[in-house]
């Protein structure tokens, strides 16, 4: 596996932008916060110093000079390692007790380094870096100096600094981990997809993706592409049926037909009339012609390119008529019409005339066509809440459960031999104007016999 293609990945990708804004967080809010310990510390120290150098100024007041300087001498003595700076100045500047050598040049609170008397255990270095924060000013001709070594506060803006860096070490660190982890089992993910698809593509409809139980994106953008697969091979499957039935139902009435035509020069040649193998040779192209014309319309009526725009058509008087003109068909054919329905007003549909009656004589022709002398067909028309019901049943030999679905596509036949009369486009044909009208189709066992049954929406 590449390892390029796993960091360009979406996932790495997105946890790198998801990094880099927490970073941006990070030291936004390590910035604000040092800000605010710093204000916080820097505004004790000030009420620290000030209560201080307050005291010293009032021991003086009520005391004198002498007792200040014993108090400032005791209190530095007490100050360790220097952190703490008192020192009290007379009017030349001289020292005259504390810890501080050196008056600072100007009174007021002040941050910097302060001369203060050396310490043992302190390096040159480490007084060079000490800063003092402190405040400077006169009680009549003595100056007052009071500072806190702010050592502490570097130590602690360090501290926080240094726990923000590693926090945001690790964290970044474990995100982009995490990322290309995440990056690399989509990545193999998608070349499984791939490798899936290319099968597909060299021929194998049976190659499927393989789905994780994971159920992220990519599992079920790959389960919906598997759903299509399946429906791409049976696309195809029922393709190669209809045309290896095209050509078996073509191949009859075409050898017919040159034979025919056959038979009609050798009458031609004998000086006999050959007007008979001909009327036999153009009966023959009219049944194709007519298989051409059905699956055409077919065709036009599924992909809504027919032209039809549809109007109010009353389906009680369309059917009336049909059954009247079948109901002598079948008496012709020792077979028995029952048209039974609702008394009321007109049933109105929104359709095509000619579609729907079409589709109520490929039904009746059927019932007729598969029932047989003696045959019952009950023909009957109801309306129910906002739908009318078209029902045809018979009690012919039915339909399979397993094949009721099959017998709606185009050049279906229950007889594998295809040696019975037939193009099977009717039934298709029914579907397809079902479909186009959003009716409903149901097939459905008689007992004897098969029922169907059309729901056309009112």
Partial sequence: MDRGNVLSGAAFTAVLQS??????????????????????????????????????????????????????????????????????????????????????????????????????????ADEHDIDYFYRSDRVDDYTVVVGQRLDRMFLTDRTVFRTLSITGFI????????????????LHKLERLEKALQRVSDGDMSARIA??????????????????????????????????????????????AYLGLGRALAQVDAGNDPRAEIEDTQAELEQMSAIFNTFMRLARIESGADGVKFAKVDLRGLVDDL??????????QGQTLIYDRAAGDTMTVMGDSAMLQQLVVNLLENALK?????????????????????????RGPGIPEAARAAVFEPFYRLDPSRRKPGSGLGL????????????????????????VSVTFSQ
Avoid: C
Wanted: aromatic share 4%; proline share 3%; charged share 20%.
């Fill in 19 to 124: 990094a880099v804004v927490f970073l941006v967080v990070l030291i936004t809010v390590g910035f604000l916060t040092n800000s605010y310990v710093e204000r916080t510390m820097t505004g004790e120290l000030r009420e620290d110093i000030q209560a201080r150098w307050s005291l010293f100024a009032a021991d003086y007041r009520d005391e004198g000079i002498e007792p200040l300087m014993e108090l400032i001498d005791n209190a530095a003595s007490f100050s360790a390692q220097g952190q703490r700076a008192i020192g009290l100045f007379d009017a030349d500047g001289k020292s005259v007790a504390g810890n501080i050598l050196a008056r600072p040049k100007a009174d007021g609170w002040h941050h910097g380094a302060l001369d203060l008397v050396p310490i043992a255990s302190q390096t040159p």
């Fill in 171 to 186: 964290v970044v660190l474990a995100m982009l981990s995490a990322g290309y982890l995440l990056s690399r089992e989509s």
């Fill in 211 to 256: 789905v994780s139980p994971h159920n992220d994106q990519i599992d079920r953008i790959a389960g919906r592409m598997n759903t299509h697969l399946d429906s791409l091979s049976q696309l195809m499957s029922s393709t190669r049926s209809t045309a290896a039935a095209v050509a078996h139902d073509l191949k009859s009435p075409l050898a017919r």
């Fill in 323 to 332: 059954a009247e003109t079948y109901q002598l068909i079948a008496e012709d």
């Fill in 370 to 394: 598969h029932g047989g002398e003696g045959n019952e067909i009950r023909l009957s028309l109801d309306r129910g809440a906002e739908r009318a019901r078209l029902t045809i049943a018979d």
């Fill in 428 to 451: 298709a044909l029914v579907s397809a104007i079902a479909a186009r009208h959003q009716a409903d189709i149901t097939l459905a066992d008689n007992n004897p016999g098969l029922r």
